[in-house]
């Protein structure tokens, strides 16, 4: 047996002993987001500290939380923090929820992060539907043997973020009256914040935003075959841009003042899911 694969089914048969997330909606929640999943109802929670091969999260705002429960009558589980490439974790660790959750029947994920805008007409605390993606962290999960358990060699990525999901996303936010936009989003290797030299060369080749996440989970969903949303939330301006020094805080400052907006969206979409 694949050893990705065995890590996946030892720890999806772990977290099945606890929860039924069959047919659930995944839901991954970044920095300073995790407070909508203190509004699911009903909820099982387990730590990741519990679940076998998970690591620790250790980024502020990252609470190292799985719940199952109702959220807005719709079934979730949810990713109370995520693992980052830049903690020194492998690619395969940092996608290995995402692939759980497919073990575990999750019908489709959304995917949320914290990022900078690269894009000049964004401001702090726009809400941006990822439209495509480029991964600029100069690895991949799919990297090494294919774990054929979850996926094809050579997995297409022209519909990696589903249409129809994200097309309903911004019905969502235009009912809610939520000015929202759509765009690329580049995936750094971080842990530093971009510097003003990257940021030009993001917006030269059409990143609209950019961060250190996302787009390894993006890959792992896409090749096993879940329907994928990504939002990100735009917490500060990107390097360069305002000719200020970006800072962590300032990122769950901004995330803290958007979300009662973001949680309402994300509440609108799983319901009509």
């Known amino acids: 047996m694949n050893e990705t694969y065995r890590k996946c089914k030892e720890a ?28 699911i109802e009903d909820p099982i929670i387990v730590d990741y500290a519990d679940i076998p091969h998970f690591p620790k999260t250790t980024v502020a705002g990252h609470e190292g939380k799985l719940i199952c429960g ?7 589980l949810c990713m109370k923090g995520r693992f980052h490439f830049y903690e020194g974790h492998d ?4 996608s290995m929820p995402v692939r ?23 401001k702090p605390g726009t809400l941006m539907f990822i439209d495509d993606f480029i ?3 100069g690895d991949n999960p799919l990297y090494g043997e294919n774990v054929d358990e979850f996926g094809p060699r050579f ?10 999901y994200n097309a309903l996303g911004k019905i969502c936010a235009k009912e809610l009256g939520i ?19 990257e940021i030009r060369f993001a917006q030269t080749i059409g990143a609209d935003a950019v961060g250190m996440s996302t787009v390894p989970e993006i890959l792992a969903a896409r090749h096993c075959g879940l329907r994928v949303i990504g939002i990100s939330c735009i917490t500060n301006m990107a390097a360069g841009m305002t000719g200020e020094a970006l800072s962590h805080a300032e990122v769950q ?18 319901s009509r899911m």
């Open 253 to 270: 400052e901004t995330a803290d003042r958007v979300k009662d907006q973001f949680k309402g969206l994300i509440k609108a979409i799983v």
């Open 91 to 94: 690619m395969r660790t940092v």
């Open 70 to 76: 109702k959220l807005n009558g719709a079934k979730v």
């Open 179 to 197: 000015d929202v936009r759509s765009g690329v989003y580049m995936a750094f290797r971080g842990p530093n914040f971009e510097t003003p030299a």
């Open 12 to 39: 999806a048969d772990y977290i099945a002993s606890k929860l039924d997330a069959k047919d659930a909606i995944g839901i991954v929640l970044g920095s300073g987001l995790g407070e909508l999943g203190n509004e």
């Open 155 to 164: 997995p297409d990525m022209t519909l990696a973020i589903d249409r129809e």
């Open 135 to 137: 991964n600029y962290m």
């Open 100 to 122: 759980v959750m497919k073990l575990l029947g999750v019908k489709a994920v959304i995917l949320t992060n914290a990022a900078g805008g690269c894009n000049k007409t964004f």
